[in-house]
């Protein structure tokens, strides 16, 4: 057992040692100066994904709404994944491929960030969210494993975990998600 721990440890940090000596982590940075800019216009964070992906976006949602590494004022981010009732009753009377598209429509605004989390990239509720989101003109990030798949072509900027693996792309995730956050709060609370 101890050899499977390190072996999914050394896999882990592998991923983000190949992430980080990337053209990846170039955009990340630029994420991160887009979401300090539209906080500063008075836009906000939207974020959503499906299964691990809903995780990683509420969690993210939640280091701008408290606060991540200093004591701050709260920032505008929501997670598209957490209101149950929204989802259900869109699943149900649409179809579930719509749930993020029709939220997206009812909160995103031009200037807004919309983030859309998918480890294949192939979520079609998730791609839908995203083309909608650019309707409105908001500027779309993607997180995706190695393919990219269809949200790498969507989104404005996509970041790809260089892995076809769904939790070592995750842990990295939820990586990339701490780093901007700590930006953001250094760009605006200096």
């Known amino acids: 057992m101890?050899?499977?721990v390190r072996k999914r440890l050394l896999e882990s940090s592998e991923v983000k040692r190949q992430l980080a000596e990337s053209e990846e982590s170039e955009k990340?940075?630029?994420i991160a100066e887009a979401i300090s800019e539209a906080l500063k216009r008075g836009n906000k964070v939207i974020l959503f994904g499906n299964g691990g992906s809903a995780a990683d976006a509420q969690h993210i949602a939640c280091e701008f709404v408290g606060r991540f590494?200093?004591?701050r004022?709260?920032?505008p981010a929501?997670?598209?994944t957490t209101n149950t009732s929204c989802l259900t009753a869109i699943a149900n009377d649409y179809s579930y491929d719509v749930v993020f598209e029709r939220q997206v429509?009812?909160?995103a605004?031009?200037?807004d960030i919309v983030i859309?989390?998918?480890t294949s990239g192939k979520s079609k509720s998730v791609i839908k969210g995203m083309i909608k989101a650019k309707e409105l003109g908001a500027f779309t990030v993607g997180l995706t494993g190695k393919g990219g798949g269809e949200l790498a072509k969507v989104a404005d900027v996509c970041v790809r975990v260089p892995s076809d693996e769904t939790p070592r792309i995750q842990e990295a995730h939820i990586t990339i998600g701490h780093i901007i956050s700590e930006i953001v709060e250094d760009e605006l609370f200096k």
Do not use: P, T
Request: hydrophobic share 40%; charged share 35%; no cysteine.
């Open 2 to 4: 101890e050899d499977l």
């Open 78 to 80: 929501i997670s598209l």
């Open 28 to 30: 990340i940075v630029r």
């Open 105 to 107: 429509e009812a909160f």
């Open 69 to 71: 590494m200093k004591e």
């Open 109 to 111: 605004k031009q200037g």
């Open 73 to 75: 004022k709260s920032l």
């Open 116 to 118: 859309g989390i998918s």
